[in-house]
């Protein structure tokens, strides 16, 4: 052929020398469209060569050669070789890609180092197999298999800007011999190395088996007489990879070895259908090798990496495989059959992994003690359609979280394991849960409905990375669908062994019974009738089978059936709250009541029985830990709420079953018209669903304190009440029904059409949007006919989510339900609608007036909407009873009422207001049980008594309390004893954010009016101290019994209650204590309580007043409860682990912001504007965004430069004006006029002064800080710094208002902050604050998180004045440098600005057990080096943090001991303690002197002891830290310093005593002034941590 190139190139080519020679156009400019083919196909063994002429440094890579089967002349020419496709083979570097994928990593020379004047060639031989050629040396095969008529292919990309054409010819003379000498070899080696492949067997062929194998045998051209086996081949269960040539196969062994390559095809259902259509035996285009003929190519390569279908022929040597129906046989046997190639996981892994079972089973050591550091990977990467699959073998209870699994870019040769694989920010997808995290970052909430933290012992997880790119996960086989729909070419699959997973194995050869058992579980989960018999007609049962109801012998994994059946319990009831679901052995028959009685029950767990219905057949289920965790065919009443395929239908329902006792039974019945009923002890509780299908079996979750139930026999259908007129007439076709039509006044119902997120319930009075946090519109719903005249449509909202912007949307259409189509939001109608959205009326779309007389937004939970058209045709609206007035007017007769379910509302039910109206509209009740609506509890209301703290002020005729004064001192009581199940319950109506701590409750033996006269100076200051009677408290989440820790993490902490919050206690009949929150039981919290107790609650910290909510006479226990704080934060099941704050932003759809053009003179803005530098001077530096900040959207921006050549620096705001024509001035404190600013640590109002100490001091902020501004829903600007809230900083800020910001002195560049933080304090804040926490650290609120210290970040003040200054103080002390860390980042600076910048927390726990430390706030912490002998990690993990104040001149010896010794100079241990200590500090400890005889008593007297303290409040006072005045060697000004030390401390070494110095007043609000000292005299009890230093 000739040496020419084709005349059709990429768009950038020109060619010259009689098409010869090819040149990228404008080289510097441009690095692609260079593409260049030859003009005709090249012939076999033919070398299509060319030289690189010219190069260029401006661009990475280089010249890219191969073919391709794509006829230059009608091809429409990519940006680079690697865009072709359609069979195209191109060495790029020094990999070889196909259609543009990967399928060689390291192959022969690197293109991209060749230099001009180097030439490369690209070659087909005649066996279709791509050989490089370069500078006449042959690379060897690139790949195989290739087909005729191919173009060469020349890529000018990157540096290679010309080529010229040098030849188009076959080998030299030399290469030729080398090239037969190499054929002539592989031929020798074909004749000594054979191998067996048998195909087209089917199972059943038994007969032809012997010619079948013959027939595979003369395909390879290998086989002569039959193979026998030797005899330790018993049943093979694959096919070996080498024969002997004697050896022989039976029909059985054949037939298992078919069997189980008929199963891996069955898993690799991908390489079904076209991919196994023709295609024979060809060598394996992935490595090039000659032993990898026998390998398929046109049924799908066994490596993945061929993908071609059809008739195509291999080649293996000389023998071609014929193409068609043997072919394809051969192909399916094969196709899933392991090689010499095998998935391993790699030898380097995680650095807590064990790898065992030549590397197929990975196991993380110590598992009980750490959670994470389990990463393992594959021993290469994965090819396309190749199944990865891997079964769990064991799992631990003691974690949250469990396994992930993903691929990952990065080489495990190379990559530095993380803890975590969510860890790593690039390269990576991991499914999670339920979700996918792409980098660390989740990219999908909701992949599957199956969760990796449920499965089991025994279940299988798999991926799979398409041909096409896309990842695609499998659980126990079953396909979860597309994952991510464009992965990078080369993968390998990653494993991380997290929180429960401890162990797994590769799976190869899979249990086929095992696996069809699994999916029939799971595709029944999928779809409940599949695989199940019809029910029969009749429901009478056969007369000769028992149809006796019992318990199925399948039941969850830690509960157990015996008395033959008719009961179930969980045997370890203590030790687990779950997996102790049960079901029916039969379905129910309609009317048929299913009812057990409680038999057992325990204290130690929140929640109880649970009971319902689920199509799903026990005898195929796959259990769940808890049923309402089942996402199909299932209802279940779980505490006073329904719960329908794990989605909460019904908030208020019936008689809470947490509260039912030993004794009590629960019942459910499925009626003939579809309707389910539950019963509580014989009581019907009303229709909590309809149209469930009929054959549904009972299903009891002993769940929490539930541990055995019995069937009762012989259960008569109990009288139901008349609710026909609840029940449907017309069914929703995706929900439970709405009644259509009707003539009664309270017929007014939602129509069962509706938008596709909102949900029909309660006989269609009830609405609600499914997946409310992760859908916030799609929810319309509508009322089942035309509003009459006068006549008042009402809505309650029950529940509202913290995560959205807007909310509720009300109004009315002319438009038929019938005749809608259902939009996003009801204001995208564009007729006939009339719509109040927030304070607008709006019109078909468009807003005709503003500012009406309610704001939509503004409304909560437990509010009333109503809609009334009056006879004149005007439009009303209500809010609580309360007319707004005329909202528009010329409405038409016929109008329905439309409700939007929209951002924060999530759930509205109608109210029997509804109707036709008279005059008292305002005085109407709402008295179904369905709507939660707080209304006064019957009775007479709680008081609290006259005798109470001295700092509490009573009001209200003793119904609300308010501290006036201090932090402390709030203690108040009941004024009567509560009676037994009596609720006393207090609302929080104030909170002061300025002191830490929160409200204490409880109950109290000490009866107040033994008490003296107020004012209580005598009084304990808090509820902690109260230890004159025995008293029962809940502090946080900790319950404690006369100041006595007895449990952690009891429930929902106090200290995240906010204003508008209930917390109730009462004392139960099985003398129990029960706190509530919201109306939420939190379980037992206490027991053994006594009769005759108070309630008391102490006013502490942050809570300032309180009012009485609750009744003395008691609730009924079927009436109405407001949702939970839980309920309405966490509705989707998610636990909410941050504060709840009043002023905590939602997420919202952020508003795009960008600076306005308009700015100070000095301002240059690039990159879109989102970056603004200030180009000269160090003022004229203001500037302010384009858009307004809307309510509740962070805005924030990043300091990219600063200059330490000026002082101060910049400032940041809002203004409440429009920006576009304002004259900037100078600097933002000239601005006079609607400006609110901080600057340093102020804030000012139109440049006056009107906050100080707010926030950390703007002029320290370092390079890399992020700041913010926000205003919430209350118009209050809240300050960011990196994702932390500072509080509120100003209040009644105007709408719209503009961030402001004055780049002044330092600060000379800041870019806008476009990725904002989905939740204010989320995820991102939480990383900054405590560093590399892992999610299972948060487990119950405890672990790792409340035992580890905050993370030893470097200090984010680069520039910190305080820090330096006390550096320069230790270098004045002249301590070898020996005894301190090396690593800088150890070292804290605990200033105000510097702890405000890291979002430090006041109080951190510590220790096993955990016990209370402050931080050590105005000091410098320099890290010690901590001596080798010293067991650090036990110290820094199970040891407590206390302070050791000391004078400079015991330093140097106390760190040569290494730690504090009792003969030291400090004023802590100067003189020995005597035994007897102030305020009758006497008592006798275990193991104490008092217990030794008089002469060890009498010598042990006088052992002086160490004192230290949990505060340096404390340890920092002045006797026992003396000053010492020194002057600063860079200002010369004097100043006064103090040292000490922070220690770790032994648990158990030390005696907790009061404090020494008789001070009155508390020293530290966090401890009492009485345990306050600790005091130690084991010398090995204390390791030193850190030299701390204060200078004034």
């Not at 032993?291 to 080649?315: A, I």
């Not at 440098?1377 to 605990?1390: H, I, R, S, V």
Request: glycine share 10%; aromatic share 6%.
């Amino acid at each position: 052929m000739a040496a020419e190139l084709h005349p059709c190139s990429g768009k950038l080519i020109g060619l010259s020398n009689s098409n010869r020679t090819a040149q990228r156009n404008q080289p510097v400019q441009e690095f692609n469209h260079g593409l260049v083919l030859s003009r005709e196909p090249l012939k076999d063994r033919d070398v299509f060569t060319v030289r690189i002429d010219k190069k260029v440094n401006s661009w990475s890579g280089s010249i890219e050669i191969g073919v391709t089967s794509l006829d230059p002349a009608g091809l429409d020419f990519p940006s680079s070789a690697t865009g072709l496709k359609g069979g195209s083979w191109i060495v790029s570097g020094c990999s070889v890609l196909r259609d543009g994928r990967s399928v060689l990593e390291e192959y022969g020379r690197d293109l991209d180092q060749l230099s001009e004047g180097d030439r490369v060639g690209i070659q087909r031989s005649t066996h279709g197999e791509l050989h490089l050629w370069v500078n006449g040396q042959d690379c060897g095969a690139a790949a195989s298999g290739l087909p005729t008529g191919l173009w060469a292919v020349v890529d000018l990309y990157g540096k290679c800007t010309q080529v010229t054409v040098v030849s188009c010819e076959p080998p030299s003379l030399a290469e030729r011999d080398t090239e037969r000498e190499t054929v002539e070899e592989r031929e020798q080696e074909d004749e000594e190395e054979e191998e067996v492949v048998v195909c087209g067997v089917r199972a059943g062929e038994f007969g032809g088996l012997t010619s079948e194998v013959n027939l595979a045998a003369a395909t390879n051209g290998t086989l002569e007489e039959e193979p026998e086996l030797p005899p330790t081949h018993n049943r093979p269960d694959k096919f070996p990879n080498n024969l002997e040539p004697e050896t022989v196969l039976t029909e059985h062994q054949l037939f298992d070895v078919l069997n189980n390559a008929i199963v891996s095809l069955y898993r690799s259902e991908d390489n079904g259908g076209g991919d196994l259509g023709g295609g024979g035996i060809g060598r394996d285009s992935g490595t090039g090798s000659r032993g990898d003929r026998g390998s398929s190519s046109g049924g799908g390569s066994v490596n993945g990496n061929s993908s071609d279908s059809g008739g195509g022929t291999g080649n293996t040597g000389s023998v071609n495989s014929p193409a068609g129906g043997g072919g394809a046989r051969l192909g399916a046997v094969t196709g899933g059959m392991l090689t010499n190639d095998a998935l391993l996981f790699h030898e380097k892994c995680g650095t807590l992994i064990k790898l065992s079972n030549n590397n197929k089973t990975a196991e993380r050591r110590r598992p009980l003690d750490e959670f994470n550091n389990g990463v393992v990977m594959t021993n290469r990467p994965l090819r396309h359609n190749e199944m990865f699959e891997i079964r769990i073998d064991k799992l631990v209870d003691k974690w949250s979280g469990s396994i992930e699994i993903g691929v990952t870019t990065h080489n495990p040769n190379n990559l530095d394991y993380p803890a975590t694989m969510t860890n790593l920010r690039s390269g990576t997808i991991m499914m999670s849960g339920c979700g996918i995290l792409t980098n660390g970052k989740g990219t999908r909430r909701e992949y599957c409905e199956f969760s990796l933290d449920e499965l089991q012992e025994g279940d299988h997880i798999g991926l799979m990375h398409k041909a096409s790119g896309a990842l695609h996960f499998y659980i126990n086989g079953i396909d979860q669908g597309v994952a991510a729909a464009q992965t990078p070419a080369v993968v390998y699959a990653v494993v991380d062994l997290y929180g429960m997973a401890v162990k797994v194995t590769i799976v190869h050869n899979h249990n086929h019974s095992d696996r069809l058992r699994r999916n029939n579980a799971i595709m029944r989960a999928l779809s409940p009738d599949v695989g199940r018999p019809r029910p029969a007609h009749s429901l009478t049962p056969d007369p000769d089978t028992p149809d006796r109801l019992l318990f199925h012998s399948n039941c969850g994994q830690k509960a157990a059936i015996i008395s033959e059946g008719r009961t179930a319990l969980r045997p370890h009831a203590t030790d687990d709250f779950n997996h102790g679901v049960v079901l029916s052995g039969r379905p129910l028959h309609s009317n048929e009541v299913f009812q057990v009685r409680i038999d057992k029950m325990v204290d130690k767990w929140a929640g109880s029985i649970e009971i319902g219905v689920t199509t799903h057949n026990p005898a195929y289920l796959q259990l769940p830990s808890t049923m309402t965790n089942l996402r199909s065919g299932t209802w279940m009443m779980t505490g006073n709420g329904v719960m329908h395929n794990g989605t909460t239908i019904l908030d208020e329902y019936g008689h809470n079953l947490d509260r039912l006792k030993a004794g009590d039974t629960v019942g459910v019945v499925r009626k003939e018209d579809g309707s389910l009923h539950f019963f509580v002890n014989g009581v019907a509780q009303g229709p909590a669903a309809w149209n469930v299908p009929p054959s549904v079996y009972a299903v009891v979750d002993l769940y929490g304190q539930a541990a055995q139930a019995t069937i009762m026999d012989d259960v008569d259908l109990p009288t139901l009440p008349e609710d026909s007129s609840e029940g449907p007439t017309v069914m929703s076709p995706s929900s439970p029904c709405s009644v259509a039509g009707g003539n009664s006044a309270n017929d007014l119902r939602f129509h069962q059409l509706h938008g596709t997120n909102a949900v029909i319930t309660n006989g269609g009075r009830t609405a609600l949007r499914q997946n409310c946090r992760s859908e916030f519109n799609d929810a319309i719903v509508i009322s089942n006919r035309c509003l009459r005249d006068g006549e008042l449509f009402e809505i309650v909202i029950q529940k509202m989510v913290d995560r959205w912007s807007g909310s509720i949307e009300a109004g009315v259409t002319a438009i038929r339900p019938e005749e809608l189509e259902f939009p996003n939001t009801m204001t995208d109608i564009d007729y006939d609608t009339w719509m109040l959205s927030g304070t607008a009326i709006m019109q078909d779309g468009n807003t005709m007036r503003n500012n009406y007389g309610c704001d939509l937004d503004t409304l909560t939970t437990g509010s009333r909407i109503g809609m009334m058209r009056s006879a004149t045709g005007d439009l009303h609206y209500y809010i609580n009873g309360v007319d707004q007035g005329v909202a528009c007017t010329g409405l038409p007769p016929e109008v329905y009422a439309v409700i939007d379910l929209y951002g924060q509302c999530v759930q509205v039910s109608i109210t029997s207001s509804s109707g036709p109206q008279d005059n008292s509209l305002c005085t109407s009740n709402i008295t179904e049980r369905s709507f939660p609506i707080h209304s006064p509890v019957a009775g007479v209301a709680h008081r609290l008594h006259s005798k109470h703290g001295k700092n509490v002020v009573l009001l209200g005729e003793g119904c609300q309390a308010v501290r006036v004064g201090g932090y402390a001192h709030g203690i108040v009581f009941s004024a009567k004893e509560l009676k037994t199940d009596e609720l006393f319950e207090v609302k929080i109506d104030e909170v002061d954010d300025q002191w830490s701590g929160s409200l204490h409750m409880g109950l109290t033996t000490l009866a107040p009016p033994e008490l003296p006269s107020c004012p209580m100076s005598g009084l304990s200051p808090s509820l902690t101290q109260l230890r004159s009677k025995v008293t029962w408290l809940l502090a946080g989440s900790e319950v404690r019994r006369n100041g006595l820790l007895q449990r952690q993490n009891y429930g929902a902490s106090l200290d995240r209650l906010t204003v508008g919050n209930r917390v109730g206690v009462k004392r139960c009949s099985d003398d129990t204590m029960h706190v509530l929150i919201d109306g939420e039981d939190m379980g037992p919290a206490a027991t053994a309580v006594a009769k005759n107790v108070y309630a008391v609650l102490d006013l502490y910290g942050r809570v300032t007043a309180v009012s009485i909510v609750s009744s003395s006479v008691l609730e009924d226990a079927g009436s109405v409860k407001a949702p939970s704080l839980s309920s309405d934060s966490c509705s989707e099941g998610e636990e909410d682990r941050t504060p709840v704050e009043g002023g905590e932003p939602a997420l919202v759809p952020n508003t795009v912001m960008a600076f306005l053009e308009n700015h100070g003179k000095n301002i240059q803005l690039s990159h879109e504007n989102l970056t603004a530098a200030r180009v000269s001077s160090y003022n004229q530096g203001l500037l302010v965004t384009a858009q307004p900040l809307p309510r509740q959207q962070l805005f924030q921006f990043q300091i990219d430069r600063l200059n330490a050549s000026w002082t101060s620096s910049l400032s940041l705001g809002v203004i409440g004006h429009s920006p576009d024509r304002l004259n900037f001035p100078s600097t933002a404190c000239c601005l006079k006029r609607s400006v609110w600013l901080l600057q340093r640590d102020s804030v000012f109002h139109n440049s006056l002064k009107i906050c100080e100490n707010y926030g950390p001091n703007l002029d320290t902020c370092p390079e890399g800080t992020v700041l913010g501004l926000l205003v919430d829903g209350n118009s209050c600007l809240h300050l960011y710094v990196n994702g932390m809230d500072q509080g509120v900083a100003a209040q009644d800020i105007p709408t719209p208002c503009y961030p402001l910001i004055d780049l002044y002195g330092q600060c000379e560049q800041v870019t806008i902050v476009t990725n904002n933080v989905a939740t204010v304090g989320g995820e991102s804040v939480k990383a900054r604050c405590q560093g590399d926490m892992e999610k299972a650290d948060m487990v119950d609120g405890i672990k790792e998180s409340v035992c580890w210290m905050p993370h030893p970040e470097v200090n984010p003040n680069k520039t910190c004045e305080y820090q330096a200054l006390c550096s320069r103080f230790k270098d004045l002390l002249t301590l070898p440098d020996g005894y301190f860390n090396e690593d800088a980042k150890y070292n804290l600076c605990y200033c105000e600005s510097c702890h405000k910048l890291r979002g430090d927390e006041s109080y951190y726990k510590r220790g096993e057990p955990p016990r209370d430390y402050a931080l050590p706030f105005g000091w410098c912490r320099f890290a010690l080096r901590i001596k080798p002998h010293c067991d650090v990690s036990n110290s820094f993990k199970q040891w407590h943090i206390a302070y050791h104040g000391t004078s400079v001149g015991a330093l140097r010896r106390t760190l040569d001991h290494a730690q504090l010794l009792s003969g030291t100079s400090s004023i802590f241990s100067v003189s020995p303690v005597k035994t007897e200590g102030p305020n009758g500090y006497s008592e006798p400890e275990e193991n104490s002197s008092n217990s030794l005889p008089d002469r060890d008593r009498e010598r042990d007297r006088e052992v002086p002891r160490v004192q230290l303290s949990p505060t340096m409040r404390y340890s920092g006072l002045e006797m026992f830290a003396p000053k010492v005045q020194f002057r600063d060697p860079r200002s010369h000004c004097c100043h006064q310093a103090q040292v000490g030390f922070q220690v770790c401390v032994r648990p158990g070494s030390y005696k907790v005593g009061p404090q020494t110095l008789g001070a009155i007043e508390p020293l530290d609000p966090r401890f009492s002034n009485t345990e306050i000292e600790w005091i130690t005299k084991d010398q090995g009890g204390t390791l030193l941590y850190g030299l701390l230093i204060r200078v004034e």
